[in-house]
Nanobody, 120 residues
Framework: QVQLVESGGGLVQPGGSLRLSCAAS????????MAWYRQAPEKQRELVAG???????NYVDSVKARFSISRDNAKNTVYLQMNSLKPEDTAVYYC??????????????WGQGTQVTVSS
C-alpha cells in the first residue's frame, strides 16, 4: 500500500505564491513519474506539470514560466512552486505517482487533493 499526502494549499491573492508538497509513504521500492493535476469546478481534471525520475519536466502551456515542479527522491516527495497566481488557477490540486513497491508491483497512486483558491 502506498499513500500520498498533499499539503500547502490555501487562499492567496492574485499575483501571490504557494508551494504544494506531496509525500509518498508505504511499501516503496522506486517512484517513476510524478505529476500534479488540477480540477476546477465543472471542468475536467488536467495535467499541470510532470517530472520523471531523472528530473525531466513538462508543463501545460498556461503555467509555463510561473510554476515549477521538483522532487526529492530521498524523501519520496514532489513539490509544485506556484508563482504569479491567477484566479483561473483556482482548483483542487492532486498529485499522482507511478510507484513500484518492494514486492515489485507497479501502481498508480493519487493524493486526496488540496484546494488552491486565488482571489482578492
Amino acid at each position: 500500500q502506498v499513500q500520498l499526502v498533499e499539503s500547502g494549499g490555501g487562499l492567496v491573492q492574485p499575483g501571490g505564491s504557494l508551494r504544494l508538497s506531496c509525500a509518498a509513504s508505504g511499501s516503496i521500492f522506486k517512484i517513476n513519474n510524478m505529476a500534479w493535476y488540477r480540477q476546477a469546478p465543472e471542468k475536467q481534471r488536467e495535467l499541470v506539470a510532470g517530472i520523471t525520475s531523472d528530473g525531466v519536466t513538462n508543463y501545460v502551456d498556461s503555467v509555463k514560466a510561473r510554476f515549477s515542479i521538483s522532487r526529492d527522491n530521498a524523501k519520496n516527495t514532489v513539490y509544485l512552486q506556484m508563482n504569479s497566481l491567477k484566479p483561473e488557477d483556482t482548483a483542487v490540486y492532486y498529485c499522482k505517482s507511478d510507484v513500484v513497491s518492494r514486492n515489485l508491483v507497479r501502481s498508480i497512486n493519487w493524493g486526496q487533493g488540496t484546494q488552491v483558491t486565488v482571489s482578492s
